[in-house]
Nanobody, 110 residues
């Protein structure tokens, strides 16, 4: 399985981005996904996850700003991020289909 992350980039504070993580190859039937992030000089941090039955959980810093979803038909995991602030600047990684994504940069300007 290979993963391709997309949707990152530069956004102003208060803006929104939606990250996608699409699997290709021979995807597994384990439709559980995680998102993590890592800012420069900091440890990798749990952003959120989606369970097999669709329940989601998030890190404390999210505070109802982010939403994780998936489209099984498209083998894609999503991370919708709203009301972004400069502290959200990081490389975001998905863990989907038992595979890690390559990471995608999100930069939020004040």
């Amino acid at each position: 399985v290979q993963l391709v992350e997309s949707g990152g980039g530069l956004v102003q504070a208060g803006g929104s981005l939606t990250l996608s993580c699409t699997a290709s190859g021979r995807p597994s039937s384990v439709y559980v996904g995680w998102w993590y992030r890592q800012a420069p000089g900091k440890k990798r941090e749990f952003v959120g996850d989606i369970s097999l039955n669709g329940w989601t959980s998030y890190g404390d810093f999210v505070k109802d700003r982010f939403n994780i979803s998936r489209d099984i038909a498209k083998n894609t995991l999503y991370l919708q991020m709203n009301n972004l602030n400069p502290d959200d600047t990081a490389v975001y990684f998905c863990d989907w289909q038992d595979t890690w994504g390559q990471g995608i940069q999100v930069t939020v300007n004040a």
